[in-house]
């Protein structure tokens, strides 16, 4: 059964909550995934009164890293397909030769 995010302490609520908050960065010729924009995090703390600021941004830290993590590898699973396919679909496999008579 999947973790619901009240099952957490307040202070990971919170950073999911504020994380959520944020865009993503993307990598404008590859369009590899680069993590969130943490330039609004002040004005989010203080705006959200957060009070224990270290751990939730801590707790963002850590959430981040998975995600970050977890796209690489989506993408580079991806990567590995195509690869995959590419190379059967141009010659890359097997040839076999026909000999018909008639």
Do not use: C
């Not at 950073?15 to 369009?31: H, P």
């Not at 830290?61 to 690869?83: C, F, G, P, T």
């Amino acid at each position: 059964m999947p973790l619901d995010p009240s099952d957490f302490p307040e202070e990971v609520q919170v950073a999911f909550f504020i994380f959520s908050l944020f865009s993503d960065k993307w990598e404008g010729m590859s369009g590899t995934y680069l993590g969130k924009d943490w330039t609004n995090l002040e004005y989010y703390l203080e705006l959200y009164e957060v009070s224990d600021k270290k751990s939730v941004i801590y707790f963002m830290h850590l959430y981040d890293n998975l995600i970050v993590e977890a796209r690489m590898n989506e993408a580079s699973a991806k990567r590995k397909q195509e690869e995959r396919k590419s190379k059967t679909s141009s010659g890359g496999g097997k040839k076999f030769a026909h000999k018909i008579q008639g």
